[in-house]
Structures are given as C-alpha cells and as structure tokens.
C-alpha cells in the first residue's frame, strides 16, 4: 500500500518563474492537503482540495494556486516565485467519509528559489 | 489568532528515560490534537492523535494526554530510544480532516 508520494523531490527556480509540484495521496484518500514549512518551523497550512475543489485556504497570496485531478491527486502552482518561497512543501492526504481520518504526509519538495 | 506553541525547544533524554514534549493551543474551539514526529529530510509522520472528547490516549510506547481546561497538550515516549531523536510537532484543527495549525516543535535528543 504506497503511502503519499510527491514528486519533484527537489527543485531549483530563479526568482520570477513559475513552479509545479505534484502529490499523489495515500491509496483510499480522497482529500488533499498543502503546507509550507521554512526550515526550522512547523508546516504552515496552505489549502486543501476535496472534490475537486478548493475547500479550505490558509494566509497564502494568489500566487499560490492548486487543483485536484478525478483521480485525487494534486498539484500545486505557485508564480512569481520569491527568495522568501524557498521551503520545504508538504502534501498530506486524507479521508472525509463519515469519520474522517488523520492526515498522512508525504517526504515533501524542496524548493530554493534563487 | 489561532496559534499552537511548545514550551521547551530542546529536550535532551538519557535512552531508557521517559520523554515528555508539552505544548499549549490557544483556540478553544479546536476538537482534534495530533503529535507528528519528523526526521531530518522527511516528512511529519503521525505518531498519535486525541479528540476533545478524551484526556488520554496510549499507543506503543506513547500516551498523548489533553488538558482542555488550561489548554495543554503532552507526549509522553516511554523508555526513549536513539530512533526516537527527531523534531516533535504538535498540531490542532477542528476535525481530523480539516486544516491543521501547528507549533514551531521540540527538538529531541537523545543520549546513549
């Protein structure tokens, strides 16, 4: 039973570009979560996608943009990339169903934004 | 706002000793708790949760107390081991599902 898988596992962007990140959730998930976490602090949350849709959002600018697939997993954009984007981003999944289960992490993607 | 710290940054353990990780909450509101234990270069992998409806909870080797009244959130590892050193996260949300605000963690090392 694959767990979160997340993919690229590292990534190096200039200023100004544009980055994709990619999550596939945990077999049997249908929710999927993103966090930024900056090195030395807890994940910070950024949205989640249930339905294909944009559930819940955190303090996040709209360069931060996300979609899920019919096939649960995601993607998260983020544009006009800043130093201060360089961080590890999390995805964790989850089940709603009747009781909702706890959120499982994937390893995360690097990103430093030079 | 809402907001999750943790009292002790660094918590340094004999092996064989309990460990005890503590963290306050300051939203009332919240009904879920969770304790996520990271590796350097991994990510946050659950070790226990606690709903608002229970003071504690044990699992292998850990126990996850709340204490709604002074919002307090503890780990507790029983007989430390050299795997056990990582960065420990508290974390909080209305529902196990939903959005989760987590703390800044403790660092946990442990000595042979």
């Known amino acids: 039973d694959a767990g979160v898988t997340q993919s690229p596992t590292h990534l190096i962007k200039t200023r100004g570009q544009q980055v994709t990140l990619r999550c596939s959730p945990k077999?049997?998930?249908?929710?999927v979560s993103w966090y930024q976490q900056a090195l030395g602090q807890g994940p910070q949350f950024i949205f989640q996608?249930?339905?294909?849709?944009?559930?819940q959002r955190g303090n996040f600018p709209d360069r931060f943009s996300g979609h899920q697939f019919p096939n649960y997993s995601s993607e998260l954009n983020v544009n006009a990339l800043l130093l201060g984007d360089s961080a590890l981003y999390l995805c964790?999944?989850?089940?709603?169903?009747?009781?909702?289960?706890?959120?499982?992490f994937g390893p995360g993607t690097r990103l430093l934004v030079l | 706002g809402e907001s999750v710290g943790l009292h002790l940054p660094t918590l340094s353990v004999q092996e064989g000793d309990n460990s005890i990780i503590n963290c306050a909450y300051s939203?009332?509101?919240?009904?879920?708790f969770i304790w996520y234990k990271q590796e350097s270069g991994k990510g946050p992998q659950f070790i226990i949760d606690?709903?608002?409806?229970?003071d504690k909870r044990q699992g292998q080797r850990v126990t996850v107390l709340l204490n709604k009244t002074v919002k307090h959130l503890s780990l507790q590892i029983a007989a430390t081991q050299p795997g056990d050193s990582a960065v420990y996260f508290c974390a909080e949300g209305a529902a196990a599902g939903n959005k989760l605000t987590f703390g800044g963690g403790t660092r946990v090392l442990v000595k042979p």
């Open positions: 606690i709903r608002s409806n229970m």
């Open positions: 964790a999944s989850s089940f709603q169903g009747r009781t909702q289960e706890t959120q499982y």
């Open positions: 939203n009332s509101a919240s009904d879920y």
């Open positions: 996608y249930y339905e294909e849709e944009e559930r």
């Open positions: 077999s049997g998930h249908d929710t």
